[in-house]
């Protein structure tokens, strides 16, 4: 059996989700057990306070560890301890494979503007993202994330087979599927899935599988190209910036030396003007010394 632990302040969100279809078949089957984990509950306060303000400044609250390492260590959590994170790698259905063959699997679901870095660096064994976007809290992404894996497990979906015919399960995406009417609106079924030949059928499912799938990969190589781009001209920007800031304190260092050098050349001047001009009381004891004469 999967025993998942979920650990959150909002519980509550996934109790209808849980309660059906096949995260429910997955449970009756024996399959998994679910521990929803309130974290308000390791709060020490009269206000069950799990953010406080973020040290050196700045906008939105941060979670503090506290709770989430007590959270952990009420359920004996072990590996995998899954921190949901716009930070972490992306989700895949590799992973869900690789949950769905343990016997254990936590997850950690933020809120409000980040979590404490001391729980992803020494409490969760890897940070998950669905995607780059940011979501309220990690709830619905922990969600996501429990259906990819138990309805991989036993007696969670009548038809298994369905399941190892999906996009990502040892493939790539999967073909088009049809079912009746075979036209709708002038749209037809392509005629290959209604001549009854399954050899015919089956080459076919694995050549739309391809194209989909070479599809899907010129997308993302094309994703990255910009990205990779985009990257690049915030490199530039900032080099830029880098470069201006250092030119703006090189002349100020050069206009303060500038001073310096001008300010101690005044003062010179100033003291050999000085030693070289006679006093009053010499001046009058030279016109005294005259007159004696």
């Known amino acids: 059996m999967l025993r998942i632990n979920i650990i959150t302040i909002f519980p509550e969100f996934f109790a209808g989700p849980l309660s059906l279809s096949i995260p429910a078949k997955a449970a009756a089957a024996g399959g998994v057990q679910y521990s929803l984990i309130d974290l308000r509950d390791f709060t020490h306060d009269k206000h069950r306070t799990v953010d406080d303000y973020p040290f050196g400044g700045g ?12 959270a952990v ?4 959590a072990t590996s995998p301890i899954v921190l949901l994170s716009p930070r972490g790698r992306r989700f895949s259905h590799a992973d869900a494979v690789r949950f769905a063959a343990g016997t254990e699997l936590t997850l950690l679901c933020g809120h409000y503007k980040d979590i404490d870095e001391r729980v992803a660096q020494h409490l969760a064994t890897e940070e998950l993202s669905l995607g780059d976007f940011v979501l309220s809290g990690g709830e619905p992404a922990a969600l996501a994330i429990v259906d990819a894996t138990v309805r991989l497990l036993p007696g969670a979906m009548s038809d298994l087979e369905s399941a190892r015919t999906d996009s990502f399960f040892d493939r790539g995406i999967s073909a088009p ?21 399954h050899a ?22 094309a994703d990255w190209t910009r990205r990779e781009a985009e990257s690049a001209a915030r490199d530039a920007a900032i080099a830029d910036l880098e470069r201006r800031a250092a030119d703006k304190a090189a002349k100020k260092a050069r206009e303060k030396a500038r001073r310096g050098r001008a300010a101690k050349h005044r003062a010179n001047t100033s003291a050999n003007t000085s030693a070289n001009t006679p006093t009053d009381a010499s001046d009058a004891s030279g016109e005294s010394s005259g007159e004696s004469a």
């Open 177 to 197: 599927s049809y079912t009746r009417p075979a036209s709708y609106e002038g749209h037809t079924v392509p005629d290959v899935l209604m001549g009854g030949d």
């Open 73 to 76: 260590a009420s359920v004996q």
């Open 200 to 221: 015919k059928v089956a080459a076919w499912r694995d050549a739309e599988s391809l194209r989909r799938t070479r599809e899907a990969e010129g997308r993302d190589r």
């Open 59 to 70: 906008p939105g609250m941060v979670m503090k560890p506290g709770p989430f390492f007590e």
